[in-house]
């Protein structure tokens, strides 16, 4: 895993141990924080990185100033692999890593973040509903983004609703982008 841009731009950090492991490729990360530079400011606020695995999004975040980030993962190895990358890029101290069901985590949290990763394995059997739970929970800011990336074709349960504002298609892969606004109607892209 390579860091795409800024403080830590060109680190390279250990990959994924855990089977199933998919980290967001560096072309689907350059996408998503090219699109994000003109729709959200990074600079300090508080980034969620869900089904986190590597860590790439999150550290990616920070390295172009993000606040922090808390990062969610269930695997154990997963989570070692984020702490070890914490360390090597010595960004510890801005990196909450939390070794939890990302699920479990929505429900019991009440924090608030301006970006929301969500980067589940494609057999995750509840990613349909996953957006209107996010959404719900009142994690993501007034303003925020929440990001998921998911298997191309994937449809999103209506109840609560969730629609993304726009989606991008790289390959077998949809990334959704989702809006919370303060009528939470989504905007076009």
Do not use: W
């Not at 998911?150 to 959704?176: I, L």
Request: with cysteine; net charge neutral; aromatic share 8%.
């Amino acid at each position: 895993m390579r860091i795409i841009a800024g403080t830590y731009r060109g680190r390279i950090l250990p990959g994924p141990v855990a089977e199933g492991v998919r980290p967001a490729t560096d072309k689907v990360r350059g996408a998503i924080f090219n699109i994000l530079q003109n729709r959200l400011d990074l600079n300090g606020i508080d980034v969620l990185d869900l089904f986190a695995g590597t860590g790439s999004l999150g550290f990616e975040a920070l390295s172009r100033g993000a606040a922090g980030v808390t990062f969610v993962d269930n695997d154990r190895s997963a989570v070692k692999v984020i702490r070890e990358n914490a360390s090597v890029l010595r960004c510890a101290d801005a990196c909450d890593i939390v070794q939890a069901d990302a699920v479990g985590f929505i429900s019991r949290n009440s924090g608030i973040f301006g970006l929301i990763f969500a980067d589940p394995p494609y057999a995750f059997g509840r990613i349909a509903a996953l957006p209107g739970l996010i959404l719900a929970s009142g994690l993501l800011a007034e303003g925020g983004y929440l990001i998921v990336e998911h298997r191309r074709g994937t449809g999103f349960a209506e109840d609560p609703p969730a629609v993304p504002a726009f989606t991008r298609t790289f390959g077998g892969t949809d990334v959704s982008f989702f809006q919370h606004t303060d009528d939470r109607s989504r905007s076009g892209a």
